[in-house]
Protein backbone atom coordinates (compact mmCIF):
# COMPACT_ATOMS: atom_id res chain seq x y z
CA UNK A 1 0.00 0.00 0.00
CA UNK A 2 1.35 3.24 -0.62
CA UNK A 3 2.54 5.43 2.22
CA UNK A 4 0.07 8.22 1.75
CA UNK A 5 -3.06 6.34 1.63
CA UNK A 6 -1.66 4.51 5.03
CA UNK A 7 -1.18 7.83 6.44
CA UNK A 8 -5.15 8.90 5.99
CA UNK A 9 -5.77 5.52 7.09
CA UNK A 10 -4.12 5.82 10.66
CA UNK A 11 -5.72 9.58 10.44
CA UNK A 12 -9.34 7.74 9.72
CA UNK A 13 -8.57 5.27 12.60
CA UNK A 14 -8.06 7.52 15.30
CA UNK A 15 -10.60 10.00 14.28
CA UNK A 16 -13.15 7.14 15.05
CA UNK A 17 -11.82 5.71 17.93
CA UNK A 18 -14.71 6.13 20.46
CA UNK A 19 -12.00 7.12 23.68
CA UNK A 20 -14.97 7.62 26.43
CA UNK A 21 -17.15 5.38 28.58
CA UNK A 22 -19.76 6.82 29.79
CA UNK A 23 -21.35 6.08 33.18
CA UNK A 24 -24.89 6.85 34.87
CA UNK A 25 -25.10 8.25 37.89
CA UNK A 26 -28.62 7.99 39.25
CA UNK A 27 -28.57 10.21 42.71
CA UNK A 28 -30.01 13.57 42.00
CA UNK A 29 -27.60 16.14 42.16
CA UNK A 30 -27.33 19.81 41.32
CA UNK A 31 -24.70 20.49 38.40
CA UNK A 32 -21.84 21.74 40.17
CA UNK A 33 -22.08 18.19 42.73
CA UNK A 34 -22.39 16.45 40.03
CA UNK A 35 -19.12 18.01 38.59
CA UNK A 36 -17.44 17.20 41.89
CA UNK A 37 -18.40 13.48 41.89
CA UNK A 38 -17.36 12.73 38.27
CA UNK A 39 -13.75 14.44 38.88
CA UNK A 40 -13.35 12.61 42.02
CA UNK A 41 -14.45 8.71 40.92
CA UNK A 42 -14.36 9.09 36.92
CA UNK A 43 -12.72 11.88 34.77
CA UNK A 44 -15.44 14.88 34.51
CA UNK A 45 -18.67 15.03 33.40
CA UNK A 46 -19.50 13.78 30.21
CA UNK A 47 -18.22 15.23 26.65
CA UNK A 48 -19.54 14.56 23.41
CA UNK A 49 -17.15 15.18 20.30
CA UNK A 50 -20.21 13.83 17.83
CA UNK A 51 -23.45 12.37 17.46
CA UNK A 52 -21.95 8.79 17.46
CA UNK A 53 -20.05 9.59 21.01
CA UNK A 54 -23.49 11.09 22.27
CA UNK A 55 -25.34 8.32 21.35
CA UNK A 56 -22.94 5.93 23.08
CA UNK A 57 -23.84 8.83 26.18
CA UNK A 58 -27.30 8.67 25.84
CA UNK A 59 -26.98 4.65 25.75
CA UNK A 60 -25.75 4.75 29.19
CA UNK A 61 -28.78 5.94 30.51
CA UNK A 62 -30.98 3.29 31.97
CA UNK A 63 -34.05 2.53 29.31
CA UNK A 64 -37.22 3.39 31.42
CA UNK A 65 -35.26 7.15 32.76
CA UNK A 66 -37.28 9.92 31.25
CA UNK A 67 -35.66 12.74 33.45
CA UNK A 68 -32.92 15.21 31.54
CA UNK A 69 -29.63 14.07 33.19
CA UNK A 70 -26.51 15.98 33.28
CA UNK A 71 -23.38 16.32 31.26
CA UNK A 72 -20.72 18.45 31.18
CA UNK A 73 -22.00 21.61 28.75
CA UNK A 74 -22.42 24.93 31.04
CA UNK A 75 -21.51 28.66 30.65
CA UNK A 76 -20.75 31.18 33.26
CA UNK A 77 -23.42 33.46 32.40
CA UNK A 78 -26.06 34.38 29.80
CA UNK A 79 -23.92 35.97 27.75
CA UNK A 80 -21.02 33.57 28.01
CA UNK A 81 -20.52 30.88 24.86
CA UNK A 82 -21.02 27.28 26.26
CA UNK A 83 -17.80 25.27 27.19
CA UNK A 84 -17.23 21.67 28.20
CA UNK A 85 -16.81 20.60 32.19
CA UNK A 86 -13.41 19.33 30.79
CA UNK A 87 -12.26 21.76 28.40
CA UNK A 88 -13.08 20.11 25.46
CA UNK A 89 -13.00 21.99 22.52
CA UNK A 90 -16.14 19.95 21.22
CA UNK A 91 -18.32 21.92 18.94
CA UNK A 92 -21.29 18.94 18.98
CA UNK A 93 -24.72 20.53 20.02
CA UNK A 94 -27.56 18.54 20.09
CA UNK A 95 -30.52 21.58 21.30
CA UNK A 96 -33.98 20.39 21.47
CA UNK A 97 -36.32 23.03 19.34
CA UNK A 98 -36.41 26.70 21.09
CA UNK A 99 -33.37 25.96 23.10
CA UNK A 100 -31.33 27.25 24.69
CA UNK A 101 -33.83 30.10 25.62
CA UNK A 102 -32.28 30.79 28.91
CA UNK A 103 -35.52 30.94 30.44
CA UNK A 104 -36.05 33.27 33.05
CA UNK A 105 -32.78 33.85 32.92
CA UNK A 106 -30.53 31.71 34.80
CA UNK A 107 -30.18 28.63 32.46
CA UNK A 108 -26.13 28.35 32.37
CA UNK A 109 -26.19 24.31 32.83
CA UNK A 110 -27.80 22.04 29.62
CA UNK A 111 -29.62 18.54 30.56
CA UNK A 112 -29.73 15.78 28.38
CA UNK A 113 -33.75 14.40 27.34
CA UNK A 114 -33.10 10.57 27.21
CA UNK A 115 -33.97 11.08 23.66
CA UNK A 116 -31.21 13.14 22.79
CA UNK A 117 -32.27 17.08 22.47
CA UNK A 118 -30.60 19.49 25.23
CA UNK A 119 -32.31 21.78 27.28
CA UNK A 120 -30.45 25.06 29.03
CA UNK A 121 -31.30 24.23 32.79
CA UNK A 122 -31.12 26.26 35.81
CA UNK A 123 -28.06 24.59 37.63
CA UNK A 124 -29.58 24.42 41.00
CA UNK A 125 -31.99 21.42 39.42
CA UNK A 126 -31.01 17.79 41.51
CA UNK A 127 -30.92 15.77 38.59
CA UNK A 128 -29.04 12.21 37.42
CA UNK A 129 -26.03 12.90 35.50
CA UNK A 130 -23.64 10.76 33.58
CA UNK A 131 -19.82 11.25 33.67
CA UNK A 132 -17.46 9.53 31.52
CA UNK A 133 -13.73 8.22 31.62
CA UNK A 134 -11.14 8.08 28.67
CA UNK A 135 -11.05 4.63 27.49
CA UNK A 136 -7.05 4.36 27.72
CA UNK A 137 -7.82 4.56 31.49
CA UNK A 138 -9.13 1.26 31.59
CA UNK A 139 -8.37 -0.48 28.34
CA UNK A 140 -5.06 -0.24 27.17
CA UNK A 141 -5.38 -2.98 24.43
CA UNK A 142 -7.55 -0.45 22.24
CA UNK A 143 -10.29 -3.27 22.46
CA UNK A 144 -13.98 -2.86 21.19
CA UNK A 145 -13.17 0.97 20.06
CA UNK A 146 -14.69 1.60 17.11
CA UNK A 147 -12.95 1.90 13.37
CA UNK A 148 -13.48 3.16 10.01
CA UNK A 149 -13.62 2.24 6.73
CA UNK A 150 -14.04 2.90 3.23
CA UNK A 151 -16.87 1.58 1.76
CA UNK A 152 -16.92 2.16 -2.29
CA UNK A 153 -20.82 2.41 -3.40
CA UNK A 154 -21.68 4.89 -2.67
CA UNK A 155 -17.98 6.08 -1.75
CA UNK A 156 -17.86 6.97 1.57
CA UNK A 157 -16.43 6.51 5.45
CA UNK A 158 -18.48 4.66 7.35
CA UNK A 159 -17.50 4.03 11.58
CA UNK A 160 -18.50 0.75 12.94
CA UNK A 161 -18.14 -0.94 16.63
CA UNK A 162 -15.67 -3.21 17.14
CA UNK A 163 -12.32 -4.63 17.36
CA UNK A 164 -9.73 -1.23 16.08
CA UNK A 165 -5.98 -2.43 15.35
CA UNK A 166 -4.78 1.55 16.10
CA UNK A 167 -3.64 2.06 19.39
CA UNK A 168 -4.82 5.66 19.66
CA UNK A 169 -3.43 8.44 21.83
C1 LIG B 1 -38.16 27.63 27.42
O1 LIG B 1 -38.10 26.24 27.26
C2 LIG B 1 -38.85 25.55 28.22
C3 LIG B 1 -38.53 24.07 28.12
O2 LIG B 1 -38.75 23.58 26.85
C4 LIG B 1 -40.31 25.83 27.99
O3 LIG B 1 -41.12 25.10 28.91
C5 LIG B 1 -40.53 27.30 28.20
O4 LIG B 1 -41.85 27.62 27.90
C6 LIG B 1 -39.61 28.13 27.32
N1 LIG B 1 -39.68 29.50 27.77
C7 LIG B 1 -39.72 30.52 26.94
C8 LIG B 1 -39.74 31.86 27.57
O5 LIG B 1 -39.72 30.36 25.71
C1 LIG C 1 -25.16 22.78 44.84
O1 LIG C 1 -25.31 22.27 46.16
C2 LIG C 1 -24.25 22.64 47.01
C3 LIG C 1 -24.43 21.88 48.31
O2 LIG C 1 -25.75 22.04 48.80
C4 LIG C 1 -24.23 24.15 47.17
O3 LIG C 1 -23.18 24.55 48.01
C5 LIG C 1 -24.05 24.79 45.80
O4 LIG C 1 -24.14 26.20 45.91
C6 LIG C 1 -25.11 24.28 44.85
N1 LIG C 1 -24.80 24.78 43.52
C7 LIG C 1 -25.73 25.07 42.64
C8 LIG C 1 -25.26 25.55 41.33
O5 LIG C 1 -26.92 24.92 42.88
CA1 LIG D 1 -34.36 26.10 28.61
Not at 32 to 38: I, V
Not at 54 to 63: N, Q, R, S
Request: charged share 25%.
Amino acid sequence: MRMDLIFVLLLALSSCVNARIFYFIPEHKNWTEAQTYCRLHRTDLATADDQMDYDELLKAIPKDFTDYVWFGLYRTDGTAPWVWSDQSKSVFRSWGIGQPNNSGGAQFCVGASPTGPWNDLECTYQLASVCYTDREDTDGEGNDRRYKAFLENPPRWKCFPGEDSSKGE
